[in-house]
């Protein structure tokens, strides 16, 4: 899941999310940052205040989550009028 990482991803919460961070998340879906994920779940990081140097961040258990979705970009490097060289020089 080292793919999710990086990125800003946006969550739906499973009913069994909903219920057990009600008091966390006032909706049902919300986007953050996702540091770092495996097996368990998404290390998320929300945006802190102006005037703090530190961000709230949890670990959202993947049994809470029902989906998750990001924009990614498919454009590979030839598009862009770059190729990659192959072989020896």
């Keep these: 899941m080292t793919w999710l990482q990086n990125c800003v991803v946006t969550f ?12 966390i ?32 961040s949890f670990l959202l258990k993947w049994d809470y989550v029902s989906t998750a979705s990001l924009e990614i970009s498919l454009a590979d490097e030839d598009s862009k009028g770059a190729r990659r060289q192959i072989g020896f020089r």
């Design 12 to 23: 739906r919460l499973s009913s069994l999310g909903r219920q057990e961070l009600q008091d």
């Design 25 to 56: 998340f006032e909706e049902t879906s919300f986007s953050a940052y996702v540091a770092d994920a495996n097996e368990t779940g998404a290390w998320i990081i929300f945006d802190g205040t102006d005037d703090s140097k530190t961000a709230p």
